[in-house]
Each structure stands twice: as structure tokens, then as C-alpha cells.
């Protein structure tokens, strides 16, 4: 007499997919005898990272190797995010913040400092603008390569010699290349001579225009004038009168 007995096993499907299936591959699929382990891998493609496995959309491992006994039967979705690479380079006279690599749908903020005696002036991409702020923020959807655009300054100042001789105008910061207008005038009793630079006469007209290329310290010269008036009383003239420079030589006459 014989008894034979029929043994069964319990077998599981396990289903891996991708997702989006462009962001990477997955590898683990097939049917388990129940209590075998199961051992699920997602690699994400160039260009995207992976997130997460879900289950029924709930989260149930952030591990790109995933393992489980199998105990029924599964369907699992491997998620990937895009990224994208931010790349934020400076011109000469300054420097950058915020290059890096950004998950799709997130926030990108770069930000531009200008070193001493630089201005920031813009960000531009490709040579076109795309914003006046030093802090740029946009949402991470593409590769993008910026630039951050900055500008020489200069100080021109100038003064008045003597103070009292006149005033002046035209002192400031002003961009590299840009035009400069400096003036003086005279106050009653004072003459404009000419505007000098370290002892150098530059200029003998008040108004005085050059382009910004570096720092200048101007200074506009004044002289005293005094009003000499010579009048002759019955039998006589004079000559002589008139308006003279401090220290100059003047000379009447008187005829009968």
C-alpha cells in the first residue's frame, strides 16, 4: 500500500515599473514562491534621480534596492525626478551664488555681489537679458547657463580752491564709459581760471566733460577780482579803471 501526498506552494506575483519610464529602469519583476525574498533595484537614466517606491501611492521604501519577503501579490512603481543644472558663471568684478543641481519644479535663487568699485548691471543668457535684479529666482525647468554682468565705476569728486571763489558741481559715481559734466561758478568777487588735476591744468572752461575711465580729483581754481574806479574832479582825465586779478599790477593816469 502506498500514500502519496501532493505538495503545493503559494506563488506571488511582484510587478516593478518606472516612473515616469523615461527616468530610469527597473529590474526585480517576476512570480516568488511565498516567503522567498524579493529584491527590486531602480537606476535612474542621465539626467533624473530617483525619488521613492510606492505602493498603491503610499510610500514604502526610499531606497533604490528595495527587499521584502513575498507574501502576496505586488505592484510597485519606481518614481524619478528630473534634474536639471544650474550653472551661474561672473564677468570681471564680482562674484555669483546658487550654481547647482536643482529637481525639476524647484526653486532656483542666484545671486550677484559686485566687488569694490564695480556695479552689478544685469543676468543674461545666451547674451540676451533675462533680468535687472542681482537676486534672480525662477523654478527649475531646463539646463541654464547665466551670467552675471558687471560694470566699472569711478569717483570723480571735485572742489573749489578757495572755497569761497565759487561753487561746483558734478561730483559722483559714475559708470565706465559713461559722460561727465563738471562745472564751476564763480562767486561776486571771483574769476573761474581753469580746473586742475594734481597740480596739472586739464581744462580752462567751466564746463568741463570727459568720459569716466578711472578716478579723477578735480579742482576748480578761482581768483579774487577788485573793481578799481579812478574819476577825475574839474580839469582833467584819468584812465586806468577797471576790474583786476588779486595781485595784478595796475596803473592810472591822470592828464590836465
Not at 529584491?39 to 535612474?44: G, H, I, M
Amino acid at each position: 500500500d502506498r500514500t502519496l501526498v501532493a505538495n503545493f506552494i503559494q506563488k506571488f506575483t511582484i510587478t516593478a515599473t518606472a516612473n515616469p519610464s523615461i527616468g530610469g529602469s527597473v529590474s526585480g519583476s517576476g512570480i516568488y514562491d511565498a516567503g522567498t525574498a524579493v529584491a527590486l533595484n531602480a537606476t535612474p537614466t542621465s539626467g533624473y534621480a530617483f525619488l521613492n517606491w510606492t505602493e498603491g501611492g503610499a510610500v514604502v521604501s526610499t531606497s533604490t534596492a528595495y527587499s521584502f519577503t513575498a507574501d502576496r501579490d505586488r505592484t510597485l512603481v519606481a518614481n524619478f525626478i528630473q534634474k536639471f543644472t544650474i550653472t551661474a558663471t561672473a564677468s570681471t568684478g564680482g562674484t555669483d551664488t546658487g550654481s547647482g543641481v536643482y529637481d525639476a519644479g524647484s526653486s532656483v535663487a542666484l545671486t550677484a555681489t559686485p566687488a569694490s568699485g564695480y556695479a552689478f548691471v544685469n543676468w543674461t543668457e545666451g547674451g540676451t537679458v533675462v533680468s535687472t535684479s542681482s537676486s534672480y529666482s525662477f523654478t527649475a525647468d531646463k539646463d541654464r547657463t547665466l551670467v552675471a554682468i558687471f560694470i566699472q565705476r569711478f569717483t570723480i569728486t571735485v572742489t573749489a580752491n578757495p572755497s569761497i571763489g565759487g561753487s561746483v558741481s558734478g561730483s559722483g559715481i559714475y559708470d565706465a564709459g559713461t559722460a561727465v559734466i563738471v562745472t564751476a561758478t564763480s562767486a561776486s568777487g571771483y574769476a573761474f581760471v581753469n580746473w586742475t588735476e594734481g597740480g596739472t591744468v586739464v581744462s580752462t572752461s567751466s564746463t568741463y566733460s570727459f568720459t569716466a575711465d578711472k578716478d579723477r580729483n578735480l579742482q576748480a581754481n578761482f581768483i579774487q577780482r577788485f573793481t578799481i574806479s579812478a574819476t577825475a574832479s574839474t580839469g582833467g582825465t584819468t584812465t586806468g579803471s577797471g576790474v583786476y586779478d588779486a595781485g595784478s599790477s595796475v596803473a592810472l593816469t591822470a592828464t590836465p
